[in-house]
Each structure stands twice: as structure tokens, then as C-alpha cells.
Antibody
């Protein structure tokens, strides 16, 4: 069955960077897109970007351009999201979510990784 | 634009039907039939309820249905049950290969 497992919670200082990972299994990794979405405490969902491993395509939401880097490792069926220049406003749960190509919806979500930015 | 507009909360009694609206623009909701809906219980990941405006994935109750008119999409929950108490989010594809989420609606079962 499809599984999407996140890396563990992180505590970071303002100005530093964080790298969150999702390890997938149960499906052909390169055949699907993966998106990143975050949710600040008590707030709504916020879209961050997409990776398409098969076509080597990445697109970031405008708000995060210049500060986010999304990558993948086909050998371990994992995707990664690195966010730099952290501030307290980046405190959130970061989710990865799978998309069947060209369907524009997210059918499987990871459990999320809590990133806390605090001095 | 950064988010689609949803009512902050909607309430209903068990057995009743409720409808949650999701208003965007012609560049997102109105421009594509790529609206999806997600249910999120506290501390959990979102769960897909509806995709492509009105389609239900296998395993999702038929009590959930979706529709769209112009720039506004809607999610209807029929036969409201206690387990439906959760947060609900719409999402839409937008131009430039990005997505917007709705502001979220808390459903209260009275």
C-alpha cells in the first residue's frame, strides 16, 4: 500500500535552514508528482511547490521562491524540502502530498513534520 | 491572490445537510475543473474527499458531494454525522502551475 513517511520534528534558530524529508513506498516513485504544503499552528493550508521526478521539473510558489529548494532521490524514493532564512513565521507542520500526474489533486499525504523556529 | 475564500464555520444538527462554499476567481476556481476538497481532523493530515469538482475517491462516503458554478465551488455534506466534525479545505489549480487552498471551514455538529 502507498506510504508517505516524514522525517521527525525539528527545532531551529531564526536565520538558519531546515531540511524535511518524505520517504515513499508502495508505488513507482518517479511516476507521480509530489507537492509540499505547510500549515502554521491554528491556520490553514499553504501551498509551497511541486516536484516531478520523471520530467526533472520543479516549481515553487511565488512566496517561497529564492528561499526554498525541493529535491528528490530516486534510489530511496524520497523527496526533500529545504527552507532557509527561517523566521518565527515559518513555524508550521510541513506536509508532502502525492499527485497522480496531471490530475491536480493530492491523493496521499504524509503525516507531516513540525518545524519550530525559536530563539 | 493568495487563498480561496471559505466561511470560517458552518454548523448543523445530525442528519441535516450543510454546504460549504469556496470562492475564487476566473484564474483558478472559475478557470479550471480542478477543484478538490479535503477533510482534516485535529492533529491529522488532510484527507481527500472530492476531486475534479464532483468526483469521489473510492472509500469516501456518498454523503459528500461537490459542485461548481462560475468562480464558486461547493461541498455538501448530507446526513451530517458526529464524525464529520472537522476542518474542510478546498483547493484549486491556478495558472502558472500553482495551487491555492481555501481559508478553511470548521464544521460543527450540534
Amino acid at each position: 500500500q502507498v506510504q508517505v513517511v516524514h522525517s521527525g520534528a525539528e527545532v531551529k534558530r531564526p536565520g538558519s535552514s531546515v531540511k524535511v524529508s518524505c520517504k515513499t513506498s508502495g508505488y513507482p516513485f518517479s511516476s507521480f508528482y509530489m507537492h509540499w504544503v505547510r500549515q502554521a499552528p491554528g491556520q490553514g493550508l499553504e501551498y509551497m511547490g511541486i516536484v516531478n521526478p520523471r520530467q526533472n521539473y520543479i516549481n515553487y510558489a511565488r512566496k517561497f521562491q529564492g528561499r526554498v529548494t525541493m529535491t528528490w532521490d530516486t534510489s530511496s524514493s524520497s523527496v526533500y524540502m529545504e527552507l532557509s532564512a527561517l523566521t518565527s513565521e515559518d513555524t508550521a507542520v510541513y506536509f508532502c502530498a502525492r499527485e497522480i500526474p496531471a490530475t491536480s489533486y493530492f491523493d496521499y499525504w504524509g503525516q507531516g513534520t513540525l518545524v519550530t523556529v525559536s530563539s | 491572490q493568495s487563498a480561496l475564500t471559505q466561511p470560517a464555520s458552518v454548523s448543523g444538527s445530525p442528519g441535516q445537510s450543510i454546504t460549504i462554499s469556496c470562492t475564487g476567481t476566473s484564474s483558478d476556481v472559475g478557470g479550471y475543473d480542478y477543484v478538490s476538497w479535503y477533510q482534516q481532523h485535529p492533529g491529522k493530515a488532510p484527507k481527500l474527499l472530492i476531486y475534479a469538482v464532483s468526483n469521489r475517491p473510492s472509500g469516501v462516503s456518498t454523503r459528500f458531494s461537490g459542485s461548481k458554478s462560475g468562480n464558486t465551488a461547493s461541498l455538501t455534506i448530507s446526513g451530517l454525522q458526529a464524525e464529520d466534525e472537522a476542518d474542510y479545505y478546498c483547493s484549486s489549480y491556478a495558472r502558472s502551475n500553482t495551487y491555492f487552498f481555501g481559508t478553511g471551514t470548521k464544521v460543527n455538529v450540534l
